[in-house]
């Protein structure tokens, strides 16, 4: 079986940081793309960041400049580094894996339970 596992939300002021971690771990034979989608109330699940495996990023534009996202191939987990957080940043954040559990099957999507992120202004 395959777990994946946010840790590092939580409350802050606005134009405070917080870092956010995502280990995937169980029976994984190679982890290829890996993302940060948010959901505010009321609005639909957003992509925030994502990284590939080869280290390719890409932003939504309101949290570029702002956030980063990286990656620690040997230990399968992503991070997303939120700076200068703004009460618009609000959400519950989850991580997605695209993780193969053998070399003969295709990638599936995975997520974690989601971690929330409060900005208080």
């Known amino acids: 079986q395959v777990q994946v596992v946010e840790s590092g939300g939580g409350l802050v002021q606005s134009g405070g940081s917080l870092r956010l971690s995502c280990a995937a771990s169980g029976n994984i034979f190679s982890v290829n793309a890996m993302a940060w989608y948010r959901q505010a109330p009321g609005k639909q699940r957003e992509l925030v960041a994502q990284?590939?495996?080869?280290?390719?990023?890409n932003y939504v534009d309101s949290v570029k400049g702002r956030f980063t996202i990286s990656r620690d191939g040997a230990k399968n987990t992503v991070y997303l580094q939120m700076n200068s957080l703004k009460p618009d940043d609000t959400a519950v954040y989850y991580c997605n894996a695209m993780i193969k559990i053998t070399m003969f099957r295709n990638a599936n999507a995975y997520w974690g339970q989601g971690t929330q992120v409060t900005v208080s202004s």
């Open positions: 990284i590939t495996s080869s280290g390719s990023t």
